[in-house]
Every structure is written in structure tokens, then in C-alpha cells.
């Protein structure tokens, strides 16, 4: 993640555009913004929390449905958000969400990732399990 948002920042990505960053603070906000100019949302996994901190039922999943029916993708990494069944209320994912494009970008970037623990953890969330 680190390493895709650093060549966004420098032009290197598929764009060949230098992207710049904001924040708003309200994923709401900040998801509007993206639908009306285009772009990505991502609230990733960290070392603190592995699996994201956005819930899965009230947050990222519906958020990703709208996303969907724009025309965007949303990913947590490895898989995409609507495929990931329940396990609890209270169940939290990471999110990338936003034009196909910079998603699909982004993905490529985790595919190539050869951490095994982050690659469980996505077959974990997948199955419905905890990793």
C-alpha cells in the first residue's frame, strides 16, 4: 500500500499523473468526493489494526454497493468487499474503494505482495473466518 501511494504522489502510476491527497475525515464526505471526481478512498489495514477499522455491515459494505452501481470497484486488498461474508456485527475490514482504474491499479500492487500472513488474512475474511 505504502509503495502504491508513494508513485500516485510522484506520477509513476498508470496515469502518469502526480496525485495528491486529501482528507476530510468523514467517509461519507469523502466517498461523495470521490463519486463526484474521481479517484480512490482507502482506509487500509495497519500493524495496530490487521483488519482495518471500518465495519463491514454499516460501513464498507454498503458503501461499496453504491461504489458498485456507480461503476467503481471496491477491494480490501485482495478481494472485493461484497464477497466477504458476515461473521459479526461488528466485523471490520479494509477498504479501497473508487474508479476501476485506480482500484484495479491498487490490486495489482497487493497481488504482488508476497506476504503470507496479509494473504491469509484475506482467504480468512473470504471464508468467513478470523485468521
Same mark, same amino acid.
Given at each position: 500500500m505504502r509503495q502504491w501511494i508513494h508513485d500516485l504522489q510522484e506520477g509513476k502510476g498508470q496515469t502518469g499523473v502526480k496525485y495528491t491527497q486529501r482528507y476530510i475525515g468523514s467517509m461519507v464526505g469523502d466517498v461523495h468526493r470521490t463519486l463526484l471526481y474521481g479517484g480512490v478512498f482507502a482506509y487500509p489495514a495497519d500493524a495496530k489494526n490487521k @483488519? &482495518?477499522?471500518?465495519?463491514?455491515?454499516?460501513?464498507?459494505?454498503?458503501?461499496?454497493?453504491?461504489?458498485?452501481?456507480?461503476? &467503481?470497484?471496491?477491494?480490501?486488498?485482495?478481494?472485493?468487499?461484497? @464477497?466477504?461474508p458476515p461473521s459479526s456485527v461488528h466485523q471490520r475490514v479494509p477498504i479501497i474503494l473508487g474508479s476501476p482504474d485506480d482500484v484495479d491499479e491498487c490490486?495489482?500492487?497487493? @497481488?504482488?505482495?508476497?506476504d503470507p500472513a496479509l494473504q491469509a488474512r484475506c482467504e480468512a475474511r473470504l471464508k468467513g473466518t478470523a485468521a
Open positions: @483488519d &482495518g477499522k471500518l465495519r463491514l455491515l454499516y460501513e464498507a459494505a454498503p458503501m461499496s454497493f453504491l461504489l458498485e452501481q456507480a461503476g &467503481g470497484k471496491a477491494i480490501t486488498g485482495h478481494s472485493r468487499v461484497m @464477497d466477504i490490486y495489482g500492487y497487493y @497481488d504482488r505482495c508476497n
